[in-house]
């Protein structure tokens, strides 16, 4: 369903139509949710707000949820939703976690860059961020992997991420067995609805630190005259995933 709530038409053309509400064409900008007339120095201070406003105004399960591209070997761009588990303002990186051995860990492993994507419809927002991408420290996955419910934990365990597999059945095997490995009576977890002992981080799964090189902020406005700033900065890789972070430059963009 669309935003309207009317369905999504398809043309026998094989054209996807997708009708608005049905408002009167107007010019006039709604300036509460633009950018500020002079942009700020650095961005991330609005891309804080922005997520915020977006979690208190929740128009959906995840409003934190951003659309992450990357691309491996082929040059072929691949992109997923994941979620953005936290923003660190200074010095500048998004934090999500996954699967190492999955596409995207195999992506950003043979090319540590990625773009990320947070768009509220119903805001009229949207955050667009590239940047270079490292692992987080261990005892940062391991601190997060220790918060998860832990039938989520063993799923960590269980799933060769982005692998064939025959069915759903052979997936469940696959739980059962990661189940025993770790000493798990799973019937008996699931009856009496109690956590088990603690369930330690599998190696091949992690954080990611997407440290921004770029953002550009949208807000939306009347007759398309969108209003978009955009922001870059250089980054210098130290070694052991260390980054140094340059002065930003910023500008406006023709919507």
Request: hydrophobic fraction near 40%.
């Amino acid at each position: 369903m669309s935003e309207a709530g009317w369905p999504i038409n398809i043309a026998s053309e094989n054209i996807v139509y997708i009708p608005k509400n049905h408002q009167a064409p107007t010019m006039h900008h709604e300036h509460e949710h633009f950018l500020p007339e002079s942009l700020p120095e650095d961005p991330l201070q609005i891309v804080a707000e922005w997520l915020i406003f977006a979690k208190e105004n929740a128009t959906r399960p995840n409003p934190d949820a951003m659309i992450l591209a990357t691309g491996g070997p082929s040059g072929m761009p691949t992109s997923r939703v994941v979620l953005c588990k936290e923003l660190v303002s200074n010095p500048g990186y998004l934090v999500f976690f996954t699967n190492y051995l999955s596409k995207k860990g195999l992506d950003l492993a043979s090319n540590p860059k990625a773009s990320a994507v947070f768009h509220w419809d119903q805001l009229r927002r949207q955050i667009r961020i590239e940047g270079q991408v490292t692992k987080s420290p261990a005892a940062e996955c391991d601190e997060y992997f220790a918060t998860r419910p832990w039938p989520r934990q063993l799923g960590a365990w269980a799933s060769h991420q982005s692998e064939p597999i025959a069915s759903l059945d052979h997936m469940q095997k696959q739980v059962e067995q990661a189940a025993k490995k770790l000493g798990l009576d799973l019937a008996a977890l699931e009856s009496s609805g109690l956590a088990p002992a603690d369930i330690p981080r599998p190696k091949h799964w992690g954080g990611y630190r997407l440290w921004i090189s770029s953002v550009e902020l949208w807000a939306e406005g009347a007759g398309r005259i969108h209003d978009r700033g955009l922001w870059t900065r250089d980054l210098t890789l130290l070694g052991d995933n260390g980054i140094e972070t340059g002065d930003w430059q910023s500008t406006r963009l023709q919507p």
